[in-house]
C-alpha cells in the first residue's frame, strides 16, 4: 500500500506555486503554457528553466491596476530586473508599460540591448563605479537613485558641464526592521544601502549647490520576502519626514516617493501568496494621509516588484542522474543544483518539487535531493516527498523565476541552464545553454 505522508499536500493545493497555466493532464503529466514540461526537458536537455508568458504578463497588470485602483496620485511600476533579466524578458516588462531598474552597468548594457526605452530605467546601486554613472548619463536613462555622499560628489563632476540636468533620487536607510532573513533585510540603519538620515542634510546641500543634478524623489527598500505589510507604512512616514525636511530646510521640492520592492512570494504550500490589491491600498492610504498631514500634493508613488512578478513564472526541471540509499532515507541526484540555484545554500530557502511525468502519484517516501556540485551544502531540498523516482525521472521545482538564473555561476566549470518561454502551446528558447567554448572565451 503506498503511503501518504500526513503533511503532504496533494498538488490541488499548492497550484497558487505553480504558473497560471499549469494543468495535470489525464495521464499525470505537467502541463505549463499548452506545453509538456518532461517534453521539453528531453528536446532541450536539463537543467532547464521555463518560463511561462502569462505569468509574467498577468503579474505586471495585477501591480498596475492596483496602484491606478487605489491611489489618486499619479503611479508607477518598475520591475526590479535583479530578479531576473534577459532580453526576451526586458522586452516582455517594456510592452507591458513598466519601468525598469538596473543595478549594473551589465543590467543596463541587456536593458538597451533588448530596446527598453531609457527614460523609463532607473539605476540603483550601493557602489556604482565611475563607468557605470558615465555609461548611464550616456544612455539618457530617467533617473539614477544616489547611494552615497561619495557617489553624488562623483556625479556633481561628472554632470559639470551636461546641457541639461540629471534627474536623481535619494536612497535612505530609513532604520526600519522587517521579518525576514537577515541576508535579505536593507532598510535597518547598518545596512549597506543607503544614506544614513543623518546625511540626509549634507547631501540637501550638495545638491543645492549643483545645478547639473536634479533631485525628483526620495527612495527606501526594505528588504525581500515581506509578508507584513506594516514596515511599508512606516518606510513611507520616514520618507515623507524627510521629503518635508528637505522642502522645509533646504528648499527642495520632491515629485516621487519611492517605496521600493520586496513583496513576499510562497514557496511551499503551507505558504500563502501576498494579497496585492491590499498591498496597493495600505501604501496607496498611508501615502495620501501623510501627504495631506505635511502639506504636500499626492507624490507619485514609484514600487519596485521584482521577484514578485517573475518567480511564479518559473520552473526548473532536472534528470535525476544517480541515488543513493542512506540507513532511513534516499539522496537523488540531480544534473543541476547551486550552480543554477544558489538560495537554498544561500539562504536556507525551502521549495517544492514533484516528478513531472507522474505529478498526481501517491507519496511513497521522504528523499533528499542534491545537486552535482562538489560542495557539502548542495543540497536542493533536504526532505521531498515524491513517489518511488527513478534514474531518469524529470523533477519539477516551482518559483524558480526569481533570484536562481540571475546569482547563477559556472563553479566546477559546469555550463548554465538553456531557458524557454512557453505560451499556448508554443515553447522558444530565449537563452541557449552554455557551451564549453563558453567557458573558454575568455581566456587568453
Not at 544558489?342 to 498526481?360: F, G, Q
Request: charged share 20%; with cysteine; net charge negative.
Amino acid at each position: 500500500m503506498k503511503t501518504r505522508y500526513p503533511h503532504n499536500q496533494p498538488i490541488a493545493a499548492a497550484m497558487h506555486l505553480w504558473p497560471l497555466t499549469t494543468v495535470i493532464d489525464e495521464r499525470g503529466r505537467l502541463i505549463i503554457g499548452g506545453c509538456d514540461a518532461a517534453t521539453l526537458a528531453h528536446g532541450y536537455g536539463t537543467p532547464l528553466y521555463i518560463f511561462d508568458e502569462a505569468t509574467i504578463r498577468a503579474a505586471c497588470r495585477t501591480y498596475r491596476a492596483a496602484l491606478a485602483s487605489c491611489y489618486r496620485g499619479e503611479t508607477t511600476v518598475h520591475y526590479a530586473s535583479k530578479a531576473l533579466l534577459n532580453t526576451a524578458i526586458a522586452r516582455l516588462i517594456a510592452d507591458e508599460e513598466l519601468g525598469l531598474d538596473v543595478v549594473s552597468g551589465g543590467e543596463l548594457y541587456v536593458a538597451l540591448r533588448a530596446g527598453f526605452p531609457p527614460q523609463r530605467i532607473h539605476l540603483h546601486g550601493n557602489a556604482k563605479t565611475r563607468d557605470e554613472l558615465e555609461q548611464a548619463l550616456a544612455a539618457g536613462i530617467g533617473q539614477i537613485v544616489i547611494d552615497n555622499l561619495d557617489e553624488l560628489e562623483m556625479l556633481v563632476n561628472l554632470t559639470a558641464h551636461r546641457p541639461y540636468p540629471q534627474a536623481v533620487a535619494l536612497r535612505i536607510a530609513p532604520d526600519i526592521a522587517t521579518d525576514t532573513h537577515a541576508h535579505i533585510q536593507t532598510g535597518h540603519a547598518a545596512s549597506k544601502f543607503g544614506l544614513p538620515l543623518a546625511a540626509l542634510d549634507a547631501a540637501a546641500t550638495r545638491l543645492r549647490e549643483t545645478s547639473s543634478l536634479t533631485l525628483t524623489g526620495i527612495h527606501a527598500h526594505l528588504g525581500s520576502q515581506l509578508f507584513d505589510l506594516k514596515p511599508y507604512a512606516a518606510a513611507i512616514d520616514v520618507l515623507l519626514d524627510s521629503a518635508a525636511r528637505l522642502r522645509d530646510y533646504h528648499e527642495l521640492t520632491i515629485e516621487e516617493i519611492n517605496i521600493g520592492g520586496g513583496v513576499g512570494v510562497p514557496y511551499t504550500a503551507d505558504q500563502r501568496p501576498m494579497d496585492i490589491h491590499a498591498y496597493a491600498a495600505l501604501i496607496a492610504d498611508t501615502l495620501t494621509y501623510g501627504c495631506l498631514q505635511r502639506g504636500f500634493p499626492l507624490l507619485r508613488l514609484v514600487i519596485e516588484p521584482g521577484r514578485s512578478i517573475v518567480a511564479r513564472a518559473g520552473v526548473a526541471l532536472y534528470t535525476i542522474v544517480a541515488t543513493k540509499p542512506l540507513p532511513h532515507t534516499r539522496l537523488l541526484h540531480i544534473d543541476g543544483g547551486m550552480g543554477d540555484n544558489i538560495r537554498p545554500a544561500l539562504y536556507d530557502a525551502h521549495y517544492t518539487v514533484v516528478l513531472a511525468e507522474r505529478v498526481d502519484a501517491a507519496v511513497e517516501e521522504v528523499v533528499g535531493i542534491t545537486g552535482r556540485y562538489c560542495e557539502s551544502g548542495d543540497v536542493l531540498i533536504r526532505a521531498a516527498h515524491l513517489p518511488r523516482a527513478r534514474v531518469g525521472d524529470i523533477l519539477a521545482v516551482p518559483v524558480a523565476g526569481a533570484y536562481t538564473l540571475s546569482m547563477a555561476g559556472t563553479y566546477n566549470l559546469v555550463p548554465r541552464p538553456a531557458v524557454v518561454m512557453v505560451k499556448d502551446g508554443a515553447a522558444r528558447l530565449i537563452q541557449r545553454r552554455e557551451t564549453y567554448d563558453d567557458l573558454v572565451a575568455r581566456d587568453v
